[in-house]
């Protein structure tokens, strides 16, 4: 069956980095399109960033360009999402996604993991 564990979230400081990580199982992972959500209690998901089958095309929120950055390792079924200048308003819960339609931008999934907290806090 799918699986999409995350892992890497942490609570730091305004200014700090995490890098988040996502292993999948179950499918072909090399052959999707993996996605970064992040989502606050009371809200939907936000999307936050997209990356191509062979990751060559990687695609970002307004809110997070110039500063995430995310990359994929197909041999090793993993996906990463590698967040500098942190800020408060990045708080969320973090999680990884499998693309099943929509615009690189606009996003839907059929499956996602269960996330990974991410705190901004001084």
């Known amino acids: 069956q799918v699986q999409l564990v995350e892992s890497g979230g942490d609570m730091v400081q305004p200014g700090g980095s995490l890098r988040l990580s996502c292993v999948a199982s179950?499918?072909?992972?090399?052959?999707?399109?993996m996605i970064w959500f992040r989502q606050t209690p009371g809200k939907g998901p936000e999307w936050v960033s997209s990356?191509?089958?062979?990751?060559?095309?990687?695609f970002y929120a307004d809110s997070v360009k110039d500063r995430f950055i995310i990359s994929r390792d197909n041999p090793k079924n993993t996906v990463f999402l590698q967040m500098n200048n942190l800020q408060p308003e990045d708080t969320a819960l973090y999680f990884c996604a499998r693309y099943i339609s929509g615009a690189y931008q606009t996003p839907k999934y059929d499956y996602r993991g269960q996330g990974t907290q991410v705190t901004i806090s001084s």
């Open positions: 990356i191509s089958p062979e990751g060559l095309l990687t």
């Open positions: 179950g499918f072909v992972f090399h052959s999707a399109i």
